[in-house]
């Protein structure tokens, strides 16, 4: 059983075009997050949901808009997308919110996204 | 603003020999530290936490320490495999930003058979 599975893998697309990722966890964590990781590997923050609750937004474009149906799942939906959305976007979960002495962050495999 | 780095870039050792990665980070005012481990085309997995009030943990051929005053972590590799060839990643949360987590830009080894 995948504990964090995210959806599509992969994901080629047309510039201005609008899309989804799915991610869901098995796990019973509270708090779910996005990162995108860039072509120089740096993984960066994205967005990060406690409890179905927005919490973190690192100043993402709000051509970027997570939803999270329920604690269990934390879509991200782009739209118009642009040649700089391409990279791999990584879904993430931990049991709070990030921050307590021994917190553990689970990954999804990732979906790298390509935007042409 | 937290930083974190990482130096090498990339290493490449024969197998067998001992592993030495190294993370070093801005702002000591952190909670905790984690490497992860990412293979390429998948996700990242956690190996090791070491809480702020720690010095070390270890799991199996792998051992983690953390200076927080030189904001420094090393993560030791004992006797290389050519299965532990990926990428390694530190991270720590910055309690006075949201506890978000930040990443050092990893270390790619190579371990050669």
């Known amino acids: 059983d995948t504990a964090v599975s995210q959806t599509p893998k992969y994901l080629v697309t047309q510039m201005g075009n609008d899309k989804s990722i799915k991610c869901e966890q098995n796990l019973g964590h509270d708090t779910m997050y996005w990162y995108k990781q860039d072509s120089k590997k740096f993984l960066k923050i994205m967005f990060s949901y406690n409890n179905k609750e927005l919490i973190i937004n690192e100043t993402v474009p709000n051509r970027f808009s997570p939803k999270s149906p329920d604690k269990a799942h934390l879509n991200l939906h782009i739209n118009s997308l642009e040649l700089g959305d391409s990279a791999v976007y990584f879904c993430a979960s931990s049991l709070r919110y990030q921050g307590s002495l021994d917190e553990k962050l689970f990954f999804g495999s990732g979906t790298q996204l390509s935007v042409l | ?113």
């Open chain 2, 1 to 113: 603003k937290q930083e974190v780095t990482q130096i090498p870039a990339a290493l490449s050792v024969p197998e067998g020999e001992n592993l030495v990665l190294n993370c070093s980070f801005t702002d000591s005012a952190i909670y905790n530290l984690q490497w992860f481990r990412q293979d390429p085309g998948k996700g990242l997995t956690s190996l090791l936490l070491i809480q702020s009030s720690q010095r070390e943990q270890t799991s199996g051929r792998l051992n983690a320490s953390l200076d927080k005053s030189s904001g420094r972590s090393t993560l030791y590799i004992a006797a290389s495999q050519p299965g532990d060839s990926a990428t390694y990643l530190c991270a720590v949360p910055i309690k006075a930003a949201g506890n978000k987590l930040t990443f050092g830009g990893g270390t790619r080894v190579l371990v050669k058979p």
